[in-house]
């Protein structure tokens, strides 16, 4: 029998994938772990998704690791979040490096603890020279903050005079998103049985495909990834076009 990562068809895998990495604190707890010990669990799940990501060939991954709502969380436990983004960029380095996998982020990265931020940045500008995967950690994000930047961005240039609010279109607003350079996501994963958005890339989805598993976080393995991406293969994607419309346009580039 093929392993599932051999029935992956390269010809037709997503550009950008997104996840939402959910459950670290509930695996902890049906363990009697305390909750920190679940978000340390995590990256390896983290590990295991990029580099299956990276194998596969996918171009970019962005993964939502800490969002604008997590900042309510109870002291502790940002804290030993905040340690551990420390210690994993710090550790993973020569990993990325030999992947040749480039570092980004998105969200309102100053909020960050100063030692988060500068460390961070480190690993971003030693790997912005790479070529292969670029992983985008969403840190201190949510779209909802993402918009009101992007529109606040906009008023400014209009109070300037450097922006026609006439001339604002789509391609405009596109621009002004923290994602501006990067593709939209064609696959959204979520884990831990969960279905929701939680305020991520609202704007970038908007013709993403879902995927949701019961798989707790720090369970989530290379063959959970894999699956994904044969469960995205395997649908249509019409883009508001009717089936026998996808099917000319798929004949016509196979000329």
Known sequence: MMDLKDQIDKKRLPVHVAVI???NGRWAKKRGYVRTLGHERGVEAVRNTVEAAAETGIRYL???????????????????????LVNSLHGEMKTLMKNNIRLKAIGDLK?????????LMKS????????????????????RWEL????????????????????????????????ADVP??????RTSGEYRISNFLLWQIAYTELYFTNTLWPDFGKDDFYKAILDFQQRERRFGLTSEQI?????????
């Open 111 to 119: 909020s960050l603890p100063a030692k988060s931020y500068r460390e």
């Open 62 to 84: 962005t993964m939502y690791a800490f969002s604008t709502e997590n900042w309510k969380r109870p002291k502790y436990e940002i804290d030993a979040l905040m340690r551990i």
């Open 184 to 189: 939209d996501p064609e696959l959204l994963i």
């Open 148 to 179: 009101v930047e992007a529109a606040r961005s906009m008023a400014r240039k209009i109070a300037s005079q450097e922006l026609d609010p006439e001339q604002i279109d789509i391609p405009t607003f596109i621009a002004h998103l923290a994602t």
């Open 21 to 23: 990495m959910d459950g």
């Open 124 to 143: 971003i500008d030693e790997t912005s020279q790479n070529t292969g995967l670029t992983l985008i950690l969403a840190l201190s994000y949510s779209a």
């Open 247 to 255: 099917n000319e346009i798929e004949g016509k580039l196979r000329k």
